[in-house]
């Protein structure tokens, strides 16, 4: 009479197919990435938190729950680390200012997520260090920069769009991290239409746009 469970061998042929599966080629590879990427998340919050030179390899693994040398395995320094966590940010705030009849408004006006200024804090705290300074100027430039001057028409698109991000960060900076008043208060939407101007004079989609004489 069938009892309904599976048999001895059924049971080893199923234990010995799952033993496989986890030692497949795929099953270790998709292990690999998912540590790789809970590394990096972990990373990316800490150097929110502290800085570059807040942070080390051994502080990162601690919090993941792995031997040191398993970060280092991924990870051939922390500034390999730091780069790979600064580029995280920009999958979910990108540095790509909205070039949109509506930017002036949410940058002014607009709310933000709770990681959308992870980027900017990491460069805060870590712009004392000259090698935390070159990964992020590297990765603005790869990130924002060349990809917005792409979209941009006119002349000396590479340098406008160097500007229109750095506006993007200096509003982001005085309204949303330092809480300017004159930028927080009940009259910041009457400063739209003056931002909105700034941001189509360097988007060259204004008429006002010039070539070098």
Known sequence: MDSGKPSPRTRSATSTRGAEDASSPRSRQDRAAATREEIVRTARAAFVESGY???SLRHIARSVGV???LVS???ASKAELFAAALELTT??????????????AVLLTGSRGATTLDGYYMTIRSTSNPEAVAIIRDVVRRHGELPLADRLPGDQRPGRA?????VNMGVLLMRDILGAE???SGDTEELIPYLDAALAALAGSD???TSPA
């Open 207 to 209: 008429g006002s746009e």
């Open 182 to 184: 004159a930028l927080t």
């Open 73 to 75: 395995h991924y990870f």
């Open 162 to 166: 160097a500007l229109l991000i750095a």
């Open 53 to 55: 030179d807040g942070v």
């Open 91 to 104: 999958e979910t705030a990108p540095m790509v200012p909205p070039v949109t009849d509506d930017a002036a």
């Open 67 to 69: 031997d040191p040398r």
